[in-house]
């Protein structure tokens, strides 16, 4: 019996990532510089977020108030 097991990544650019923070990609790059931004990595030369780091970067923010 062979098990099969699906793994979906949703990866967010910075400009979808920006949209989702309601902020410009120079603000977010600039977040991203000042180590500031949520969690992201180089993807085939591109900087990307994972959804659920994006999510979790929010949450805090609440969290902290």
């Known amino acids: 019996m062979t098990t099969q097991v699906a793994v979906a990544i949703s990866l967010l650019t910075v400009k979808e990532t920006a949209e989702m923070l309601r902020m410009s990609e120079a603000s977010l790059r600039w977040h991203l510089h000042t180590g500031a ?11 990307m977020f994972r959804l659920s780091d994006v999510e979790a970067f929010i949450q805090e923010a ?3 108030e």
């Open 37 to 47: 931004a949520p969690k992201s990595a180089l993807v085939a030369g591109r900087r």
């Open 62 to 64: 609440f969290d902290a």
